[in-house]
Nanobody
């Protein structure tokens, strides 16, 4: 069955870095577009970054130059490298895939940016 399992969240200081992982099972990530979303308290879930099956990437304007989405096909894992983190980026971060006509979400991982 399709499953996305996120990890790597935690508490970091402003200006710090964090690397999130999304381990996929039940499908091959290289065949599909994969995305990272985040949802802060009281806010709507927003798209942060996307990587297509051909390797093209897109980012929200607010994270361009600081975040990098990538994948390791051998490990069937998608990553989100986050640098220069800001307190307002505290949120639950989710991995998303659209596989065989269905949308799948990971359970989410909490990222807290605070001094």
């Amino acid at each position: 069955q399709v499953q996305l399992v996120e990890s790597g969240g935690g508490l970091v200081q402003p200006g710090g870095s964090l690397r999130l992982s999304c381990a996929a099972s039940g499908f091959t990530i290289s065949r599909y577009a994969m995305s990272w979303y985040r949802q802060a308290p009281g806010k709507e879930r927003e798209l942060v970054a996307r990587i297509t099956s051909t390797g093209s990437t897109d980012y929200a304007d607010s994270v361009k130059g600081r975040f990098t989405i990538s994948r390791d096909n051998a490990k069937n894992t998608v990553y989100l490298q986050m640098n220069s983190l800001k307190p307002e980026e505290t949120a639950v971060y989710y991995c998303k895939g659209n596989i065989w006509g269905r949308v799948y979400w990971g359970q989410g991982t909490q990222v807290t940016v605070s001094s």
